[in-house]
């Protein structure tokens, strides 16, 4: 069975620090990849998703970054972090071409202060 | 884009039956319709997808009729642990698609005992 893998759970960071987020699927391949952030009480961005190593499409304008460097490896980066980054980052995996069936990790809770 | 629009919140009562409807005047011929559920602090979880008519899982049915320009989420016999955020989204399952993937708000589930 497949599973997705995300790390860490949480995590507080001051202003201008840089963020790696990791992401890692098994037991699947050549999945399409995502990323998404999800401020308070709100609905799920997309930010970043890749059909396959090296590519990446990105969606909202940002200091954000993503890679791939593996098939099931999905990176989310920064250099330096703002207020406004705060929130809960999710991964999630789809099969190639079937965009709608995601399957989500259990998210990194982001604070930066 | 197909854009969705849902209501924001919704209350019932264990053991009922619940209907969510969405509503997407402008779909697609070729864009389908799938439904999330969304508990505090994790990730969505892909309940049902469909094209036209009626489709049925284990967790739920989904109603879409011939216009395609509304589905409603039916979810059978209700419990407390039904509640959470339930997302309608719309959309070509391909990759090509992946920019057009957008949550919105979806609607909040309350069931009370």
């Known amino acids: 069975s497949q599973t997705i893998h995300q790390w860490p759970a949480t995590l507080v960071q001051p202003v201008g620090s840089p963020l790696s987020l990791e992401c890692t699927v098994e037991?699947?391949?050549?999945?399409?990849l995502y990323w998404y952030r999800q401020a308070a009480g709100r609905g799920l961005q997309l930010l970043f998703y890749?059909?396959?190593?090296?590519?990446i499409s990105s969606e909202v304008p940002q200091n954000l970054s993503a890679s791939r460097p593996q098939d099931r490896q999905f990176i989310l980066s920064s250099k330096k972090l703002l207020l406004s980054d705060s929130g809960f980052y999710l991964c999630?995996?789809?099969?190639?071409?079937?965009?709608?069936?995601?399957?989500f990790g259990p998210g990194t809770r982001l604070t930066v202060t | 884009l197909a854009k969705t629009t849902q209501p924001i919140s919704m209350d019932s009562y264990e053991g009922q039956e619940v209907n969510i409807t969405c509503s997407h005047n402008n779909i697609a011929t070729n864009d389908y319709i799938t439904w999330y559920q969304q508990f505090p602090s994790q990730g969505p979880r892909f309940i049902i997808q469909g094209y036209k008519t009626k489709v049925t899982n284990e967790v739920a049915s989904l109603f879409i009729p011939a216009d395609r320009k509304s589905s409603t989420l039916s979810l059978p016999r209700v419990s407390l642990s039904d509640t959470a955020v339930y997302y309608c989204l719309v959309g070509g399952i391909s990759s090509g698609s992946a920019r057009q993937l957008t949550f919105g708000s979806g609607t909040q589930l309350t069931v009370l005992p």
């Open positions: 037991g699947t391949s050549n999945p399409n």
């Open positions: 890749s059909v396959g190593i090296g590519q």
């Open positions: 999630a995996w789809s099969p190639r071409d079937y965009i709608y069936e995601q399957y």
